[in-house]
């Protein structure tokens, strides 16, 4: 089946399409993005506003240049996908809307994609996965553990009290006077930096419950900042490296506790998969590694380009859906805000 996914709910105008066959194994035909990221750097974060404009402008374009580029025409697709949410609701309202257009002109089904369940699924685009694995998405929006038990059933394990793991390497950057999107600045940074040079917390570790907070941690580095104050280049790139530690610390201790209370509870995961814009950073991938490898459990991290949002992703989650005969109407809601899980599972 062919499945075209649109992607639109926070600053990259996406759009791709998807082929699954019917072992369930997926190609990827075509996968455009546009990031919007040079209309938000003055601002050093995302202004939904503007995304929402931008979105409108751009998203024509980029469905026929992933149409083109896959070889195909909107007669061959069997299904259209849009993320639905959660995300800012300007930039949502645009891509479903824009879904159900093309959905009602060529009669195929329309699916209303989680785009949380859109990162917990590419992994089994890019490998072979079974159901269940243990997901650890870390973007700049969300910070969550999950077991991910099948299509449509994730149980939450644990994830932020505060901050998302990703906003706090962007609100870390931007203290130290470092570019937006903090995440990679601060990775550069943190390369030549000595992160024991700073006490900084691990906050949550150790912690029975699988959580995360990063709001003290990130305070943490200002009060450090303002101590030594006027702060050198070498001391920026101490606080990074400082700070970079203990988010891998914080992160390592937080998935083998999860882990743990998935073995107790008898839902052996087949994997630790990990999604998300934070995903791309060296470091986190070198220690979890490690991790996987101690906890005898296979660590799959698709490609960057996968991690981050895209349109694939989104094509994905709607031809694993399709596959199932799960579909929207077309008066399917845009949503500000979607939980994925199901039930908890009990620490
Ligand atoms: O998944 P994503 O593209 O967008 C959503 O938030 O949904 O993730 C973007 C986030 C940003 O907060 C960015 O700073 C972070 O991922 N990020 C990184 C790195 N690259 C991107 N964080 C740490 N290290 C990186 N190399
Ligand atoms: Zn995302």
Known sequence: MLVLGIETTCDETAAAVIERDERGQGEIRSNVILSQLEAHQAFGGVVPEIAARAHVEALDGIIEAAMDQAGTNFSRLDGVAASAGPGLI????????TAKAISLVIGKPLIAVNHLEAHALTARLTHKIEFPFLLLLVSGGHTLLMSVEDVGQYRRIGGTRDDAIGEAFDKTA??????????PAVERCAKDGEPSRFKLPRPMFG??????SLSGLKTAVRLEAERIAPISRQ???DLCAGFQ???TDVIVDRVQRAVEILRESGREPNAIVVAGGVAANRAIRDVMEEMAIALGLPLVIPPPELCTDNGAMVAWAGAERLARGLVDPLDAKPRARWPLETNPVPA
């Open 207 to 212: 912690e029975r419950l699988p959580d995360f």
């Open 235 to 237: 001391d920026i790139a």
């Open 174 to 183: 931007k203290l130290l006077g470092l570019p937006y999107p903090g995440g």
């Open 245 to 247: 530690a203990s988010v």
């Open 90 to 97: 300007g930039g949502v309202i645009v891509g479903l809307t």
